[in-house]
């Protein structure tokens, strides 16, 4: 694992971060990992189910019973119990559903090694809220993505719209401050940036630009760790 190049790029909720990661995935024909859909996994599986999760025992029969299948475009389909659950995953109350399951560190732990299996060759972008710090230390390259909630929610409700899926601005907004406040304050992995990372403000950039800079920064990085 150690080898094979990792850029990890985290931020806040519809910050851009995941169409500049599919983005980077086309271009350097890397592995796209979206970490949130792991948690937005345990968040449905959990309305669904009404498994506790405070209950060790509760996670490992969720997670033990999750598969992530690598498809033709590079990125992971989550199977639960062999099944596809991949559509029902990206709905609003699913995302907030997910930053609520995300605070049990008995589910971030279970998580980690799903995510660890994911490293292959010839990369990985890994995409999330604690790649940078938690998940991928070693990370060739990390970023952390911002922009303004405004913005973010504007962007949020077309992507919603143009799926054909209702929306209200009002509420997208308020969803994602929810949902910020609720990933910055939580105690096990905060969303913050490493150290080490480059801070991206999304809110005026084309995603061309921020590619084309993104691009730029990994090539410097492997110069440097020639
Ligand atoms: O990236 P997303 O919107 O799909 O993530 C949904 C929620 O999952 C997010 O609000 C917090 C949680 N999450 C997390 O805690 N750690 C990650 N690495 C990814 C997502």
């Given at each position: ?55 060790e025992k509760g996670v490992k029969d969720i997670i033990s019973n999750i598969t992530l299948l690598p498809s033709k475009n590079l990125q ?151």
């Amino acid at each position: 694992m150690n080898n094979i190049p990792i850029i990890a790029i985290d931020g806040l909720a519809s910050s851009g971060k995941s169409s500049i990661s599919k983005l980077l995935s086309k271009k350097l024909k890397f592995y796209f990992l979206d970490s949130g859909i792991l948690y937005r996994s345990i968040g449905y599986i959990h309305k669904l189910e009404s498994i506790d999760l405070n209950s060790e025992k509760g996670v490992k029969d969720i997670i033990s019973n999750i598969t992530l299948l690598p498809s033709k475009n590079l990125q992971f389909q989550v199977l639960y119990k062999n099944k596809d659950i991949t559509n029902f995953l990206y709905s609003e109350e699913i995302g907030l559903q997910a930053s609520i399951v995300s605070q049990y560190q008995s589910v971030r732990e279970s998580l980690l090694f799903l995510q660890h299996s994911c490293v292959q060759n010839p990369g990985l972008i890994a995409n999330g809220r604690d790649m940078g710090t938690k998940v991928f230390p070693n990370a060739k390259l990390k970023i952390y993505f911002i922009a303004d909630l405004e913005i973010r929610a504007n962007r949020r409700h077309k992507q919603l719209l143009d799926s054909d899926v209702s929306s209200d601005l009002g509420s997208i907004k308020k969803m994602l401050r929810d949902r910020d406040n609720s990933d910055k304050d939580r105690i096990i992995s905060p969303l913050k940036a490493a150290d080490d990372a480059i801070i991206i403000d999304s809110s005026n950039l084309k995603p061309d630009t921020v590619l084309d800079k993104i691009l730029e920064l990994y090539k410097i990085s492997e110069a440097c760790n020639k």
